[in-house]
């Protein structure tokens, strides 16, 4: 099953995806209510609407997370950012599949355009994917943590990355360099439909990023280091993971520019800038298109800062 969320006069509706194009279901019911209720049994009553085409409807984000974690499941992606910042690949994460929590709130649909967060200058881009929790379970056994997966979408997680620097001395995780939005999409695939293409404990799918049409860097989703089957036991030990629970895989390497300002600071191509058009794809999940846009001024602190 394909799910979305799109824009209706009458609000946000959810829609199944088939051949035929987008079979909605009735103003008023989300993603999360699907997962709460079961998708099997959504997907036979949204299979009874005529169908709309897709290419005529406007996209929101395919769910608004209960939680939002992001992992670190690519430890190449770490290392190749050594150069840039003091840090080390530590052996805690060739242990653990550590993550951080991210805002929520601040999820962005498919094409929404992007602003620049305030006082920043250099703004780069994540490329990921994103696992769906559609069962709940604490303390899952990692050999059963997949089948509390209802499904995967594409997801950014936007960085500002001279924010998140001055901030690691706070020792508190990201802040304000990982607040600004998060983009999901365009829609949730569930396992079934990428079986085809698993590789062993993940998926052989091609992860590709562009800025203004110039390929900028990606990876194979299969080239993971830590599965999803990890990072759901681990995410979920003492913890209880709820459906709409949206927990992401970590940068697959070159998946961001400050990989690239790390590796190659002379040929480094610089940081987003206002005008432009990020598009960021994932093999059988879909694409996310974005315009940077100006953000907001600072507002100074009584610091100054």
């Given at each position: 099953m394909r799910w979305i969320t799109f824009a209706d006069p009458a609000g946000d509706r959810v829609g199944l995806v088939t051949e035929e194009g987008v079979h909605p279901?009735?103003?008023?019911?989300?993603?999360?209510?699907?997962?709460?209720?079961?998708?099997?049994?959504?997907?036979?009553?949204?299979?009874?609407?005529?169908?709309?085409?897709?290419?005529?409807?406007?996209?929101?984000?395919?769910i608004q997370p209960r939680t939002l974690r992001d992992c670190i499941g690519f430890l190449q992606h770490l290392r190749n950012c050594q150069g840039g910042v003091d840090m080390p690949l530590s052996q805690r994460h060739l242990e653990v599949p550590g993550f951080y929590f991210s805002n929520a709130g601040a999820v962005t649909g498919p094409r929404d355009d992007i602003p620049v967060p305030p006082g920043s200058r250099w703004f780069d881009f994540e490329l990921e994917v994103a696992a769906?929790?559609?069962?709940?379970?604490?303390?899952?056994?990692?050999?059963?943590?997949?089948?509390?997966?209802?499904?995967?979408?594409?997801?950014?997680?936007w960085s500002a990355r001279d924010l998140q620097i001055e901030e690691r001395a706070l020792q508190l995780g990201p802040a304000k360099g990982k607040d600004g939005a998060n983009s999901l999409?365009?829609?949730?695939?569930?396992?079934?439909?990428?079986?085809?293409?698993?590789?062993?404990?993940?998926?052989?799918?091609?992860?590709?990023?562009?800025?203004?049409?110039?390929?900028?860097g990606g990876g194979r989703w299969s080239s993971i280091d830590w599965s999803f089957a990890d990072i759901v036991a681990y995410a979920s030990r003492g913890a209880q993971l709820r459906p709409g629970d949206v927990i992401g895989s970590g940068t697959v390497p070159t998946g961001c520019l400050f990989e690239h300002y790390a590796m190659d600071p002379e040929h480094f191509r610089g940081w987003l800038q206002p005008g432009d058009e990020v598009v960021l794809a994932v093999e059988e999940l879909g694409e996310l298109r974005h315009r940077i846009v100006e953000g907001d001024a600072v507002n100074p602190l009584r610091t100054g800062f």
């Open positions: 279901l009735d103003v008023g019911t989300t993603l999360l209510d699907l997962l709460d209720g079961g998708l099997v049994s959504a997907a036979g009553r949204a299979r009874t609407s005529p169908a709309l085409p897709l290419d005529d409807l406007v996209l929101r984000a395919p769906v929790i559609g069962t709940p379970g604490t303390s899952i056994p990692r050999e059963k943590a997949e089948d509390h997966i209802a499904g995967y979408l594409v997801y950014c997680d999409g365009p829609m949730l695939v569930t396992p079934d439909e990428i079986a085809h293409r698993r590789s062993g404990e993940a998926f052989d799918l091609a992860m590709t990023v562009s800025v203004n049409g110039e390929h900028v």
